[in-house]
């Protein structure tokens, strides 16, 4: 179980999904805790991931002002992972990065689609 990770998930994006009831936010937090609170369960890992893509690039469709943002997300997302895999960097480590670095992002790309609000 991740417990960083799993809590981030709903601090950031329970509240998108109650306030603003939108369902990508509570596809994220259902799919970020299934993946995160059953690391064994490899199907779930890759469930969401590939969902998020999907999110990803449904948002960027939809707001092409967060495409820098979703860009930053994936490349931060696939340098943790790759620098977790060769163990260049800790768990914990890891799992800050994935916070601060993915999903922080994708909840303020989020926010700012919901919103609506220019960010240049």
């Known amino acids: 179980m991740r417990i960083i990770p799993s809590v981030a998930v709903c601090i950031l994006f329970t ?3 109650w306030k603003y009831n939108n ?3 509570v596809a994220i937090t259902v799919n970020g805790l299934l993946c ?3 690391e064994s369960q490899i199907q779930l890992k890759y469930n969401d991931i590939i969902w998020n893509i999907i999110f990803t690039f449904y948002t ?7 495409i820098k943002y979703q860009a930053l997300m994936g ?3 696939l340098i943790n992972v790759k620098l977790y895999e060769i163990n260049k960097i800790s768990r914990p480590i890891s799992e800050c990065i994935h916070v601060f670095g993915v999903q922080l992002i994708g909840a ?3 926010f700012k689609d919901i919103k609506k ?3 240049n």
């Open 15 to 17: 509240p998108l999904a």
């Open 23 to 25: 369902y990508r936010a």
């Open 36 to 38: 995160h609170m059953n």
């Open 60 to 66: 960027c469709i939809k707001s092409p002002v967060v």
């Open 75 to 77: 490349a931060i997302f």
């Open 108 to 110: 303020f790309c989020l």
């Open 117 to 119: 609000i220019d960010m």
